[in-house]
């Protein structure tokens, strides 16, 4: 695992063994997976068989005191390749954040760890070939100010590094700052103007640095059965000795729930962004688990581009039935590397329905189609199911069982493969 992980991990240790670490949420779990795959490297020509065995510890960790906030979660796991088509290898993911008060109502301090795997390639699928780890690791202070009973002043000072395992490109040593003007009407909504700064410099001389200028206004309001927050303003590129650029910035989320059961929730945004900047944005969100496998993630592209992302999540929670329903919509146009821009259109699906009480069906499935826009014609489409069966033999121990198609058919010959995989987990969880 990568050291700045490390140093996070260590810092929520030293936190858990304080006074307050009573209050704290600890769960894991250990998994031992075996998976056999007709096409393991994802070849339309050169299929290659393997089975895998994968050891594997889950965990998240969960507190909620008055001067530590704390949530992370992740796994690592052991892949052992039977038939040597692959070096056997170590991976591991991880989504860390902790927030210190340290001088309460004035001044916090925020540390965040993100560690994920990604493909090298994007035109490639995710195979063992084509994965790579990416860390990006943030912390600094938050101060406050009270300016009367309903104005306040927030002001954010960070320091980013980001590192990947192969794509150089993507290193990087980031600063910025954000200061936000926040009005309250009532104790429902808020109203903030806000002005951010941010300056990105990459270790390799391909990839031109660059500084970004953001100013914008927010409301968020809440109410009884969800949310809503938009943000509108503008957004200036400047990038050393090369032309800058400006765009308008547009986000907006909003969130419903009509009843326990059903919630919707809808995010969409316009901006100047890169996907180390994206999946800080994807992983940090609290309620997303680490980044399935069935999502097509993707964060291996270097530079800046012209972001637009349209995303809607539906979810459902019954008393035998658990249902998830996510399409997606991103345009990535990039400023130095034309070669990557793209449209990407995606839905997403996973249900789990309860035939007993120790005998759970699940489904996961995926359909994306990504168009490239430059350099020829491409276009590839994703088509990902996976249908399984989980059993709970007793408290601690369960077992689960799946079969999986991945297939992509594409504009081109190259990227063409099938695969079908068998999968068989014992589990023991906490």
């Not at 919509?329 to 997403?348: S, T």
Request: aromatic residues 10%; proline residues 4%.
């Amino acid at each position: 695992m990568h050291r700045r992980t490390k140093v996070l991990s260590a810092a929520i240790i030293a936190t858990l063994s304080c006074g307050s670490a009573h209050a704290a949420e600890i769960n894991y779990q250990f998994e031992l997976q075996g998976l056999h795959s007709n096409n393991l490297n994802l070849s339309e020509d050169n299929q290659a068989p393997e089975t895998v065995v994968m050891p594997r510890l889950r965990f998240d960790v969960k507190q909620e005191g008055s001067a530590i906030r704390l949530q992370a979660h992740g796994k690592i796991e052991r892949l052992h390749y039977l038939k040597g088509t692959f070096p056997d290898e170590t991976r591991g993911e991880f989504a860390g954040q902790l927030n210190w008060s340290v001088l309460p109502g004035r001044m916090n301090f925020v540390a965040e760890d993100y560690y994920s795997i990604e493909p090298i390639s994007i035109r490639d699928g995710r195979y063992p070939g084509n994965l790579q780890q990416i860390n990006v690791f943030l912390a600094g202070p938050t101060f406050f100010a009270r300016m009367g009973d309903v104005t306040r002043l927030q002001v954010d000072l960070r320091g980013a590094d980001s590192n990947a395992e192969v794509t150089t490109g993507l290193d990087s040593r980031r600063v910025s700052a954000a200061a936000a003007l926040q009005r309250e009407f009532s104790s429902t909504s808020r109203a903030s103007l806000n002005l951010e700064g941010s300056k990105a410099k990459f270790d390799v001389p391909t990839v031109v640095d660059y500084t970004l200028k953001e100013g914008f206004v927010r409301y968020e309001h809440s109410f009884s059965e969800g949310l809503y927050e938009f943000d509108l303003g503008h957004s200036r590129l400047d990038r050393d000795q090369a032309p800058d650029s400006s765009i308008t910035v547009a986000r907006a989320t909003v969130q419903w729930q009509p009843d326990p059961r059903n919630r919707l929730r809808l995010r969409a945004r316009q901006e100047f962004t890169d996907d180390i900047e994206d999946l800080v944005v994807r992983m940090s969100d609290p309620e997303e688990v680490l980044i399935p496998d069935l999502a097509d993630s993707a964060a291996t592209s270097p530079g800046v581009y012209r972001g637009r992302f349209v995303e809607l999540d539906y979810r459902y929670s019954g008393d035998r039935l658990v249902l998830r329903l996510r399409p997606r919509y991103a345009r990535k146009l990039f400023i130095d590397f034309p070669q990557n821009d793209r449209v990407e259109h995606g839905v997403f699906l996973s249900a789990e329905y309860q035939l007993r009480p120790r005998l759970t069906v699940f489904l996961q499935g995926l359909e994306d189609k990504r168009e490239f826009l430059t350099q020829g014609i491409r276009v590839d489409r994703d088509h990902i199911l996976g249908l399984g069966v989980n059993y709970q033999m007793t408290r601690h121990w369960s077992w689960e069982a799946e079969v999986d198609r991945n297939v992509r058919d594409s504009t081109l010959s190259d990227p063409r493969y099938r695969e079908n995989a068998v999968q068989f987990t014992i589990i023991w969880k906490r």
